[in-house]
């Protein structure tokens, strides 16, 4: 027997493969003009991510935030690279916000991504089922080294 099922709302679209989400970033922190912060030694982050150097100013879908790291040489930041403040204090406001992360998560035997405050002064870590993602804020990360291994695990595969 088999039995096939389908979703009333289309919450995931095509699959990304994993060599699409980036898990080091293509340009470096001092590439991309980025400063090392708050004794992060190895990952940069920022909030101002266009040339223009400008806040984006509203959220975000995670596909939109994978591509615009990705498109100026960056990668999304982790959960921990977040509460370690590798991209406080870089403007924009989100400090206190939840912004994406590229960290997977589990909550009620689903699969999801986490968000969490854009610093250590939020102090707030969230797991968001892929099933009801909605727009968050964004910082991106980079790399000092982009030639290092990298020991964050990439996002296997979103959907949106």
Do not use: H, M
């Amino acid at each position: 027997y088999l039995r096939c099922c389908a979703d009333v709302e289309s919450v995931l679209s095509t699959p990304t493969s994993v060599s699409s989400i980036l898990s080091v970033s293509e340009r470096t922190c001092q590439d991309l003009g980025w400063d090392l912060k708050y004794g992060n030694q190895f990952v940069c982050g920022q909030s101002r991510i266009s040339d223009t150097g400008k806040c984006l100013n509203r959220v975000i879908s995670l596909p939109e935030a994978v591509n615009i790291c990705q498109t100026n040489g960056a990668r999304l930041c982790t959960k921990d690279e977040l509460v370690n403040n590798a991209a406080a204090a870089t403007g924009c406001g989100l400090d206190k916000e939840l912004v994406w992360t590229s960290t997977q998560c589990t909550i009620d035997n689903e699969v999801g991504i986490y968000l969490a405050t854009g610093s250590k002064i939020g102090d707030r870590v969230v797991c968001l089922p892929y099933s009801t993602l909605t727009p968050n804020y964004l910082r991106c990360c980079a790399d000092v080294d982009t030639n290092l291994p990298s020991t964050t695990p990439s996002l296997a595969f979103f959907k949106r």
